[in-house]
């Protein structure tokens, strides 16, 4: 088990910043690769970005310069720091962590239980 907390969700106006966190008791260094998705209203959950047990981080084409992954290996925390927020951005964002190598996403995975953030004027 993988206990996943996020936090750092919120409402914000077009054109601005938020920074999600994800926290968890285990080491994140005996994870082999987290990640955030998010789900919009009436949409499919989509990847947002990933951060390999190595620091390797990838973030999906369509939000490269604006969404940030990272990770803080001291605190067990991984981040995602959202910038230029559209109304399209609008989703709950979820953790996820394969421990075990079995894929990201995947049954075998473990999920937070997500954190809303809403871009509106």
């Known amino acids: 088990q993988v206990p996943l907390v996020e936090s750092g969700g919120g409402v914000v106006q077009p054109g601005g910043s938020l920074k999600l966190s994800c926290t968890t008791s285990?080491?994140?260094?005996?994870?082999?690769?987290m990640a955030w998705y998010r789900r919009g209203h009436g949409k499919q959950r989509e990847l947002v970005a990933h951060?390999?047990?190595?620091?390797?981080?990838n973030v999906v084409d369509a939000l490269k310069g604006r969404f940030t992954i990272s990770r803080d290996i001291t605190k067990n925390a991984i981040y995602l720091q959202m910038n230029s927020l559209t109304p399209e951005d609008t989703a709950v964002y979820y953790c996820?962590?394969?421990?075990?190598?079995?894929?990201?996403?995947?049954?075998?995975?473990?999920w937070g239980q997500g954190t809303q953030v809403t871009v509106s004027s």
């Open positions: 996820n962590a394969d421990q075990g190598g079995h894929g990201l996403g995947t049954t075998d995975s473990f």
């Open positions: 285990t080491n994140i260094l005996d994870i082999y690769a």
């Open positions: 951060i390999s047990k190595s620091g390797r981080t």
